[in-house]
C-alpha cells in the first residue's frame, strides 16, 4: 500500500502533486523546484520519508512525513505534511486505510502524529476526528524566508 518515493518514481509523485496543488486543499502554487528537493530529501536524509499510495497495482496518492523532536513531550512528532488521494478514489475507506497502515508503522518510532487541516475541509476533519485525532489548542503562525537568487 505505501510504496517509498525515490528516483525511480519521482515523476508518479510529481504527477500527483501537481493535482493536489492545483486543489482547494492547499494555499501555495506548485513548485517543481520543490518537489526535485523533497525526493533527494526522501532518499538521502531519514527526517523526512514520502511514500506513494498504491491500491490495485495503480498509485492514487501519496503521504509526506517530516520527523521533529518535540520538547513537549519528550520524544518524536512526526508531521503529517502532506496527503492526497486522487478525488476519484475518495469516500472508499481509502484515507482510513493508509492513515491506520501509517499509525501501525510509526508506533514505536514517535509519540505523537500532528497535522495540518484547512477549517473549511470538513471532510478531512470527520475523517481525523473519526481516526482518533483531536484538534490542538494552539494557533500555528509562519514565517517565510524568502529565496535569494544565486
Not at 493536489?20 to 528537493?37: E, L, T
Request: contains cysteine; charged residues 25%; proline residues 2%.
Amino acid at each position: 500500500m505505501l510504496v517509498k518515493i525515490d528516483e525511480t518514481n519521482q515523476e508518479v509523485y510529481q504527477s500527483l502533486a501537481k493535482e493536489m496543488y492545483s486543489s482547494d486543499a492547499v494555499c501555495y502554487p506548485f513548485n517543481p523546484d520543490v518537489v526535485k528537493r523533497n525526493v533527494q530529501r526522501f532518499i538521502h536524509h531519514d527526517d523526512v520519508d514520502g511514500f506513494l499510495i498504491e491500491w490495485d497495482g495503480t498509485f492514487v496518492g501519496y503521504i509526506l512525513l517530516a520527523y521533529m523532536f518535540s520538547t513537549e513531550i519528550g520524544n518524536y512528532d512526526v508531521w503529517l505534511e502532506e496527503i492526497y488521494i486522487k478525488e476519484t478514489m475518495r469516500g472508499h475507506g481509502l484515507g482510513s486505510k493508509v492513515i491506520q497502515s501509517l499509525k501501525g508503522r510509526l508506533k514505536h518510532k514517535v509519540g505523537r502524529i500532528r497535522l495540518e487541516v484547512a477549517h473549511d475541509n470538513q471532510g478531512a476533519i470527520s475523517l481525523y476526528e473519526n481516526l482518533g485525532f483531536e484538534k490542538a489548542p494552539y494557533e500555528e503562525m509562519i514565517f517565510t524566508f524568502e529565496e535569494t537568487e544565486s
